[in-house]
């Protein structure tokens, strides 16, 4: 950790690249994997816009449900040890393909949300934003109250561009950073995925925090097989204990 902690300490600008894995000490199943939100599930059927053009109310009531599942949903001591570390450099970006809003929640502020936000409604017609209602579900689907078309949930659905804006974003920290934080994802799902080697072609120093091995963990500077809820806390620790050394 002391060597993490003396790359990021001596970083101009630390990012940090987040997947599902984050939030899997907060309860909320990760996307792969036996347990996972797409084991015994079809995407294609839940979380395309082909499927929302031919069926909106399934895909809108899969939406509800994993609302459901968000409501009772906490940030736990990784997500805190983001916001501390983002604290003590001068400058941060926290890129998360994760669309639970924990990041928000735990106090992070420059934040690059790829995928969206599942507690965000957007019309199809005029791309309005609203904040989805928490109290559960709706009679019918909502209607824009601007201009009245359908609304749809505000993530980011297989074979969807990603917002310009974030992913732009998103790809100038990578490639200016000096360091790069890849915390609790399989790495399998581009641009987010390409974002890792872009900032180790660009000369950051990269690590990954996961339990397991990913596609990307050779390309990596080095590997800590813990959890981030672990992994994340001892980093800051060492960081403030540089601090005071
Ligand atoms: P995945 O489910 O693909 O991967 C989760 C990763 O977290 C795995 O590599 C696990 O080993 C790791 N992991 C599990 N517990 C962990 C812990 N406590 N600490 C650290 N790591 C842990 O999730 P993502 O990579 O985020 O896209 O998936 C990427 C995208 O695919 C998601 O944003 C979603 C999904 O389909 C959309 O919905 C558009």
Do not use: Y
């Amino acid at each position: 950790m002391v060597a993490v902690a003396d790359r990021l300490r001596r970083a101009q600008h630390v990012c940090c690249l987040i997947g599902a894995g984050i939030s899997a000490e907060s309860g909320i199943p990760t996307f792969r994997g036996p347990d996972g939100f797409w084991a015994g599930r079809s995407a294609f059927d839940l979380a395309t816009p082909e499927a929302f053009a031919r069926d909106p109310e399934t895909v809108w009531r899969f939406c509800l449900w994993r609302r459901s599942q968000l409501v009772t949903k906490r940030p736990n001591a990784g997500h805190h040890a983001l916001v501390a570390i983002e604290r003590l450099v001068p400058q941060f970006t926290l890129v998360t393909q994760n669309v639970d809003g924990l990041h928000r929640a735990a106090g992070s502020a420059n934040i690059l949300e790829l995928h969206g936000n599942l507690m965000v409604d957007r019309c199809t017609a005029c791309a309005l934003e609203t904040q989805a209602a928490t109290d559960g579900g709706f009679e019918t689907i909502p209607i824009c109250p601007e201009c009245r078309a359908m609304m749809r949930p505000g993530v980011v659905w297989f074979g969807e561009m990603l917002s310009l804006d974030a992913i732009q974003k998103a790809d100038a920290a990578a490639r200016s950073c000096q360091a790069m934080l890849v915390v609790g994802t399989s790495s399998v799902v581009h641009p987010a995925a390409g974002l890792a080697e872009m900032a180790r072609l660009h000369g950051a120093f990269t690590v990954e925090i996961n339990p397991e091995e990913t596609p990307l963990s050779r390309i990596m500077n080095m590997c800590i097989r813990m959890p981030a809820g672990e992994a994340l806390p001892a980093i800051v620790e060492a960081m403030n204990s540089s601090d005071r050394g």
